[in-house]
């Protein structure tokens, strides 16, 4: 209740969240982060919707719900032993169901085509498919109506692993090929959260998955988070154009803000707008070129970029087997909106670690491929630890 109490604001809320929670009997509880699962519970498209909660005994807590497959709360103890949520989102199903009036891309699960494809161009097997332009232009997370706004099927065999499955038609947002694609959450006794994402196809296609949480590590995410520590273990990056999309060259960070071999504030080169890219962007919205993987294999033992809050002492150490990490800091936050216990997250909050392959991959040849034909199976892997520094 402690943990609760610091988020809420206003007395009224405080008062109304003790109520229910220490009510006894049919009244739900709410969870570590705060939130009441009652408020998840709905149907959308025909399909249940719910909150699923995870837990190890070293006091992590992480909420999902299938909507999406939206990590919408992360606990973890902070250097004194305080429950923290390290996650941005809302706190009830309508606010992430409205992709209107608040549209967001919140912890979820992104296909079938996690970030950007070049003005919506796609060749598989020779034919030309024209995908939704939904962003400068461009097609990202799979269009408008991407995984993160479909239901998810869910099973939850343990305290602390969730399993969500979908079936992508063919045609889904014109990507060609009937998919069907599986997210499993699993919290580690470590304080690991584990994701792994697997894929099969009927028609060969593109899937590029990933994992899409906004983290704050500071406790407060109503100020800006660009004092938190970056490291991105990365020697090059793809640069982008004034429409976020890759031009197909792979520089090198030496001697430029991207450069994060060793880490350092990120408000140390945020705002160096004498460079380009840091300009266009207004932050970092950027892919980098991993050096835990080499010869086609991602090296998922290795730290491939870590996150830390000298507030908290938290620290989120990233590994993954994909080629790719997208580092994007909340630039487009900044709108306003009343989100998780009613808070109003301002720009540059939050950072975002998105494991991947390259933007537009399926136009550049050279790249690590994203294609999937019938008999492969696609698999990636994302873990987020969690420790104290």
Not at 65 to 87: A, H, M, Q
Not at 341 to 352: A, D, L, Q
Request: one cysteine or more; aromatic letters at 10%.
């Amino acid at each position: 209740m402690k943990y609760l109490k610091n988020l809420l604001l206003g007395a009224g809320l405080v008062v109304t969240a003790l109520m229910v929670s220490c009510t006894t009997g049919s009244k739900t509880q709410l969870t570590e982060s705060g939130l009441n699962p009652t408020a998840f519970d709905t149907t959308i498209n025909n399909k249940p919707v719910k909150l699923y909660t995870l837990k190890n005994a070293n006091g992590m807590e992480v909420c999902i719900t299938n909507f999406g497959g939206r990590v919408v709360s992360l606990c973890v103890p902070d250097k004194n032993g305080k429950p923290t949520d390290v996650v941005l989102g809302y706190d009830n199903i309508k606010q992430y169901a409205d992709s209107v009036n608040s549209p967001s891309d919140y912890g979820s699960s992104v296909g079938r085509y996690a970030n950007r494809i070049n003005k919506g161009n796609l060749t598989v097997n020779g034919k030309n498919y024209q995908l939704p332009q939904n962003n400068f232009g461009h097609c990202l997370h799979g269009g408008p109506s991407g995984w993160m706004y479909q239901v998810y099927d869910a099973k939850q065999p343990n305290d602390s692993t969730l399993i969500l499955t979908i079936v992508s038609p063919d045609g889904d947002n014109n990507f060609p090929g009937k998919v069907t694609a599986t997210t499993t959450y699993t919290v580690l006794s470590n304080n690991t959260l584990d994701i792994t994402f697997d894929a099969t196809t009927d028609k060969e296609t593109v899937v590029n998955m990933t994992n899409h949480s906004y983290f704050n590590l500071n406790g407060d995410p109503s100020k800006e988070g660009t004092n938190m520590v970056l490291y991105v273990n990365a020697d090059n990056f793809t640069p982008a154009d004034n429409t976020y999309m890759t031009t197909g060259e792979i520089k090198s960070v030496e001697g430029t803000p991207m450069d994060f071999r060793k880490a350092h504030a990120i408000s140390e080169t945020i705002n160096d707008t004498t460079y380009d890219q840091i300009k266009n962007a207004t932050g970092y919205d950027h892919n980098w070129c991993l050096n835990t993987y080499k010869d086609g294999k991602g090296d998922d033992t290795k730290v491939c970029a870590s996150l830390y809050s000298p507030i908290t002492g938290i620290l989120l150490e990233m590994y993954t087997n994909e080629p790719g990490v997208q580092v994007y800091t909340g630039n487009f936050q900044g709108t306003g909106i009343a989100c998780k216990h009613g808070i109003k997250y301002p720009k540059h909050v939050s950072v975002c670690l998105e494991s991947q392959k390259y933007p537009d991959s399926p136009n550049k040849k050279d790249w690590p491929s994203p294609y999937l034909k019938p008999g492969e199976k696609y698999h990636s892997h994302v873990a987020y630890k969690f420790s104290i520094k």
